[in-house]
């Protein structure tokens, strides 16, 4: 099997495998890290708050660096800029969320809006519709702690100062803008609302253990990048190895074959005691010691013509010689004694 394994074709097929092999690797430690991120991020103590500016500016998006980190912002509150979120539970309590515009002061003096979520409130203590009965934010400019929180995804419009999303796509046309694209969760709101809790998905609620799914999968996809190279090289070597019994069986039957074929003959020159013989293997084989009929003659020709030659043996005359001599004519006798003698009569 190693020396099917080191040939070009099969080494070029391992080079391919085990770069496939790094690719599932590398994907396999990004997924790692992002669950050990996920599953160590509870146990780590709280970064003190940075101003917003060192993390974002208007524009751009928060990032999974910048996002739960706690922050602090300087702006004024406008209270006719203000939505009220249902349909929450926080603390096993069916809640509130009230989201308040922050106008917030760049650099540059231009003007952004920020939104706010200053606390939550439970359900019952608010009416059905509008914003009556919810504590109005400080007047004047202010300095709000909270963690900045990526925007949610929007779903239905403001309807009569309501939403069931804290979604910046949606508050941007209520509003106007600039906006930033994430909000404040406040942590220290002011009297009459309650702290609002850490942002949670069921996307981030589940991610520990979704990425750790994640890179298991890539690991055995590595590996069998691996195994699909050393089947390819086993089913060639199992090939071979079945070629070549194959070309080993047939030379030895091929060997065999020309003693059947004497066997065979020398069977049909001599037949066993007891069978008949053929007549025309014995007229072959009598034609080489004797003059005879042509071969391929008919029985019925041989027997005719050794007939025939034996009655005309037997129908002829037998003459002795000296009745040859007696019947020998007068002039045969005048002849041999060179004279003519009368007969006497």
């Not at 974002?56 to 706690?70: H, I, L, Q």
């Not at 709101?189 to 809790?197: A, E, F, K, S, V």
Request: glycine letters at 10%; hydrophobic letters at 40%; aromatic letters at 6%.
């Amino acid at each position: 099997m190693l020396r099917v394994a080191l040939r070009p074709r099969y080494l070029g097929l391992l080079a391919l495998m085990i770069a496939a092999t790094i690719v599932c690797g590398l994907l396999a430690t990004w997924q790692w890290d992002r669950a050990h991120r996920a599953l160590t991020a509870s146990t780590q103590t709280e970064a003190p708050a940075v101003p917003l500016s060192e993390l974002m500016t208007v524009g751009d998006p928060v990032t999974n660096a910048a996002a739960s980190r706690p922050v602090t912002v300087t702006g004024a509150f406008d209270p006719t800029q203000q939505v009220l979120v249902p349909g929450r539970s926080i603390e096993g309590t069916d809640a509130v969320i009230v989201v308040t515009a922050l106008h917030v002061t760049e650099p540059d003096g231009s003007r952004s809006l920020l939104p706010v979520a200053r606390g939550w409130v439970p359900a019952d203590s608010v009416p059905a519709t509008g914003t009556a009965g919810v504590p109005a934010p400080p007047a004047g400019e202010v300095t709000v702690t909270g963690r900045l929180e990526a925007s949610e995804s929007a779903t239905q419009d403001v309807v009569d100062g309501r939403t069931q999303e804290i979604a910046t796509s949606l508050l941007v046309n209520e509003w106007g803008g600039p906006m930033y694209a994430g909000y404040i969760a406040e942590t220290s709101p002011m009297t009459g609302l309650r702290p609002m809790p850490q942002a949670e998905s069921a996307f981030s609620r589940g991610l520990d253990w979704q990425n750790l799914g994640y890179a298991l999968q890539w690991v055995l996809f590595g590996g069998f990048f691996l195994y699909l190279w050393w089947r390819a090289v086993r089913t060639q070597q199992l090939d071979e190895d079945a070629a070549r019994a194959e070309a080993v069986a047939a030379r030895l039957g091929g060997d065999q074959e020309p003693r059947d074929d004497a066997g065979s003959t020398q069977d049909a020159t001599h037949p066993t005691p007891g069978e008949p013989a053929d007549p025309v293997a014995e007229e072959d084989t009598g034609a080489a010691g004797r003059t005879g009929p042509a071969r391929g003659a008919s029985a019925e020709h041989v027997a005719a013509t050794t007939t025939g030659a034996s009655s005309t043996s037997v129908d002829a005359p037998r003459t002795s010689p000296d009745e040859g001599a007696r019947t020998a004519s007068p002039d045969a006798k005048e002849d041999s004694h060179g004279a003519h003698h009368p007969t006497a009569r």
